[in-house]
């Protein structure tokens, strides 16, 4: 069976940044579309960025201009790098892979519609 491991989460103060990595085993993921979402005090879960394979990017609002995502299929990793960090941008970020990327924007409300799911890596911005 497939995993996604999440990495690069740490403690950093507002303004700075962080690179996230999701890595895949038992599968390649180069033929799956990829996401991110966080978990936060208070909110369950939120699409965050999303990267198809054929690169196409999204992101929320909130982290448009902030963060970004990429993948590099040679290492099965998805990249999230964050940067100008808030406070509000605290929370456990974790990963999803799917055939098809157009379940990621309502799989908050779904998650079984997305094939796999990581455990996620915590993120503390302090003010």
């Known amino acids: 069976a497939g995993q996604l491991l999440e990495s690069g989460g740490d403690s950093v103060q507002s303004g700075g940044s962080l690179r996230l990595s999701c890595t895949a085993s038992?599968?390649?993921?180069?033929?799956?579309?990829m996401a991110w979402y966080r978990r936060a005090p208070g909110i369950e879960c939120q699409y965050v960025s999303s990267?198809?394979?054929?690169?196409?990017?999204r992101y929320s609002d909130s982290v448009k201009a902030r963060f970004a995502i990429s993948r590099d299929d040679s290492k099965n990793t998805v990249f999230l790098l964050l940067n100008s960090l808030r406070p509000d941008d605290t929370g456990t970020y974790f990963c999803?892979?799917?055939?098809?990327?157009?379940?990621?924007?309502?799989?908050?409300?779904?998650?079984?519609?997305?094939?796999?799911w990581g455990q996620g890596t915590q993120v503390t911005v302090s003010s």
């Open positions: 999803a892979a799917d055939l098809f990327g157009y379940k990621f924007k309502d799989a908050c409300r779904a998650r079984d519609t997305v094939s796999l």
């Open positions: 038992g599968f390649d993921i180069e033929a799956y579309d």
């Open positions: 990267i198809e394979s054929d690169e196409t990017k």
